[in-house]
């Protein structure tokens, strides 16, 4: 099983940065990838990005460039750097974790752009 959690949400004005993190504990299957997702008022998931655990990343269409994915293994955490953020950005954002066993899910956290 996996243990996820958020952090790093909260309130910001158009133009401003946010960096998200996730860290996983209680890990007691590999963790083959991660990924970032939100949930956007009105509209289904989408994918936001994923890293796998070598380094390899994936961005949602029209995300990549102001949006970054990185990680660091040592503290099984994963980041989603945020920047130039917009009103249309704000949502719930979950991190995942890709296992043998299945995909586990943060709680999500709460993002608000304000114009």
């Known amino acids: 099983q996996v243990q996820l959690m958020e952090s790093g949400g909260g309130s910001v004005q158009a133009g401003g940065s946010l960096r998200l993190s996730c860290v996983a504990s209680?890990?007691?299957?590999?963790?083959?990838?991660n990924g970032w997702y939100r949930q956007i008022p009105g509209k289904q998931r989408e994918l936001v990005a994923t890293?796998?655990?070598?380094?390899?990343?994936n961005y949602g269409a029209s995300l990549k460039g102001r949006f970054t994915i990185s990680r660091d293994n040592a503290k099984n955490t994963v980041f989603l750097h945020m920047h130039g953020l917009k009103p249309e950005d704000t949502g719930v954002y979950y991190c995942?974790?890709?296992?043998?066993?299945?995909?586990?899910w943060g709680p999500g956290i709460q993002v608000t752009v304000s114009s």
């Open positions: 995942n974790a890709f296992t043998p066993l299945g995909t586990f």
């Open positions: 209680e890990t007691t299957v590999s963790i083959n990838a």
């Open positions: 890293i796998s655990r070598e380094g390899l990343t």
